[in-house]
């Protein structure tokens, strides 16, 4: 706890203090972001989600635990409509973010805009590392090349990658670091899914 504090005060130049944003987090992290209710979720004729009941608070992790197959990833994509070009699968029952149906009320790009996604593996676009971290913000109409220098070298200090790709983020990504970890922190996603980081 003290050397949360003493931190926050080394970090005074950032807009949130780590004591500022654990009063945010104490005053809001009761309320529920995403709702399943009674949600089953099928490819084709097989159930791979069955009835599931569940809310998970804003503001805090929480992490599904179960066997290889049980659907944890299944669920995860549904939240974000990643199913949407999968032929034959289909959700079925509610799925909430934030009040609001997944499936009905909001449009899947708005949604994946404010829900980031982080896979296991890592899946670049063939393009340089330099427009895999822009990416997001290009899909956004964000062009301009200060904003997008600044952004990529923002995002890639944040996942630790800058001093290991800068001398080269004009060329094609080696499979090797998270990529999507960078992009996600490009994009500011206000949630992230993330698929197994251990
Ligand atoms: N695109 C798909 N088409 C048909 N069946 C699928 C598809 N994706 C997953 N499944 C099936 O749905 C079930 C749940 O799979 P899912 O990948 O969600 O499990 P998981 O809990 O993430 O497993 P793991 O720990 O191995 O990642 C499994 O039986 C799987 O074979
Ligand atoms: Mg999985």
Same mark, same amino acid.
């Not at 791979?48 to 608070?57: F, S």
């Given at each position: 706890m003290e050397e949360a504090t003493q931190g926050s005060s080394r970090l005074s130049g950032f807009a949130e203090t780590v004591a500022q944003a654990k009063e945010r987090v104490a005053h809001t /992290?009761?309320?529920t972001k995403i709702e399943a209710i009674n949600f089953n979720?099928?490819?084709g004729a097989f159930q /791979? $989600?069955?009835?599931?009941?569940?809310?998970?608070?804003q503001n805090r992790v929480t992490a599904?635990?179960?066997p290889s197959g049980c659907g944890k990833s299944t669920f995860l994509r549904a939240i974000n409509r990643m199913h949407d070009r999968t032929p034959g699968a289909r959700g079925e029952g509610q799925l909430l973010l934030g009040g609001a149906n997944i499936y009905g009320d909001i449009d899947p790009v708005k949604l994946r805009r404010r829900v980031g996604m982080v896979f296991q593996?890592?899946?670049p676009f063939v393009k340089s590392i330099y427009e895999n971290v822009a990416y997001g913000l290009r899909v956004q109409g964000v062009n301009n090349r200060r904003v997008l220098d600044e952004t990529v070298e923002l995002a890639l200090r944040r996942a630790a990658l800058w001093d290991e790709v800068k001398d080269? $983020?004009?060329r094609r990504p080696v499979r090797r670091s998270p990529a999507g970890s960078s992009s996600a922190s490009a994009?500011? /996603?206000r949630l992230r899914l993330i698929?197994?980081?251990f």
């Open positions: /992290a009761t309320e979720f099928y490819y /791979a $989600l069955r009835n599931i009941n569940i809310r998970i608070p599904i635990i179960g593996r890592p899946n080269r $983020l004009h994009l500011h /996603a698929q197994k980081w």
